[in-house]
């Protein structure tokens, strides 16, 4: 089947834009999350939606982040007034289910969205 | 200090050479671990989860030591495939965030 999607692939902007990045998760998987990676370093987590509970976005940079998902669907992640900092890979990732305390359950990425913000 | 510590390598090694990575976490809370792979600008695929006892996959091994808070990756008969970034992923304490470490990159030469 289908993998998570992400949209667009690359997006160049000037600084101070806003800009929206969309994740499709696979079909089925309740979880969702959205990661960000500068260049030559690991994965920071930004936000957790499970199903129809309140996000987790404790790892949201600042308020010009921020995020939506409509119950076990799309996401989108929405980048105001863009800085330069900015610039980084941006990935989504879905799993199954839940988390459960021990569980080792799989997230799948999508092949995420390179923004450049000059 | 990090809360997953890995060494950067790059680890240069020839095809069929084992090679070891190692991976530190600092929270004695988490439970759930795992070695990531990701390739030169693509999205991280899972390659194992790693299980109290150690499991094995093939040519892979990974081992967990939890009075260390230590775990590794061995890959036996390396092949020019694996090189890679082997990232290591430990849950935060109980939650279900995952924490990355920053990768330890393989080149796997002819």
Redesign the interface.
């Given at each position: 089947g289908a993998g998570v999607s992400q949209s667009p692939s690359n997006k160049v902007t000037e600084k101070g834009k806003d800009v929206e990045l969309r994740c499709d998760p696979i079909s089925g998987h309740t979880?969702l999350?959205w990661?960000r990676q500068r260049l030559?370093?690991?994965?920071e987590?930004l936000i957790?939606f499970?199903g129809n509970s309140a996000p987790?976005k404790s790892?949201l940079p600042s308020d010009r982040f921020s995020a939506e998902r409509t119950g076990e669907s799309v996401s989108t992640l929405t980048i105001q007034r863009t800085q330069q900092e900015d610039s980084a890979v941006y990935?989504c990732a879905s799993s199954l289910r839940?988390?459960r305390?021990?569980?080792?359950n799989?997230?799948?990425?999508?092949?995420?969205t390179r923004l450049t913000v000059l | 200090r990090k809360e997953v510590e890995q060494d950067p390598g790059p680890f240069n090694v020839p095809e069929g050479a084992t090679v070891a990575f190692n991976c530190t976490y600092s929270n004695s809370a988490s439970q759930s671990f795992f070695w990531y792979r990701q390739d030169c600008r693509k999205e991280p695929k899972l390659l194992m989860s790693v299980y109290s006892s150690g499991n094995e996959d093939g040519r892979f091994t990974a081992q967990l030591n939890r009075a260390s808070q230590y775990i590794s990756l061995l890959i036996r008969d390396s092949k020019l495939s694996d090189s890679a970034t082997y990232l290591c992923v430990v849950n935060n304490g109980s939650s279900y965030k995952l924490i990355f470490g920053s990768g330890t990159r393989l080149l796997v030469r002819p």
């Amino acid at each position: 089947g289908a993998g998570v999607s992400q949209s667009p692939s690359n997006k160049v902007t000037e600084k101070g834009k806003d800009v929206e990045l969309r994740c499709d998760p696979i079909s089925g998987h309740t979880a969702l999350y959205w990661y960000r990676q500068r260049l030559g370093q690991g994965l920071e987590f930004l936000i957790y939606f499970q199903g129809n509970s309140a996000p987790d976005k404790s790892g949201l940079p600042s308020d010009r982040f921020s995020a939506e998902r409509t119950g076990e669907s799309v996401s989108t992640l929405t980048i105001q007034r863009t800085q330069q900092e900015d610039s980084a890979v941006y990935l989504c990732a879905s799993s199954l289910r839940f988390y459960r305390q021990g569980d080792h359950n799989e997230q799948f990425f999508g092949p995420g969205t390179r923004l450049t913000v000059l | 200090r990090k809360e997953v510590e890995q060494d950067p390598g790059p680890f240069n090694v020839p095809e069929g050479a084992t090679v070891a990575f190692n991976c530190t976490y600092s929270n004695s809370a988490s439970q759930s671990f795992f070695w990531y792979r990701q390739d030169c600008r693509k999205e991280p695929k899972l390659l194992m989860s790693v299980y109290s006892s150690g499991n094995e996959d093939g040519r892979f091994t990974a081992q967990l030591n939890r009075a260390s808070q230590y775990i590794s990756l061995l890959i036996r008969d390396s092949k020019l495939s694996d090189s890679a970034t082997y990232l290591c992923v430990v849950n935060n304490g109980s939650s279900y965030k995952l924490i990355f470490g920053s990768g330890t990159r393989l080149l796997v030469r002819p």
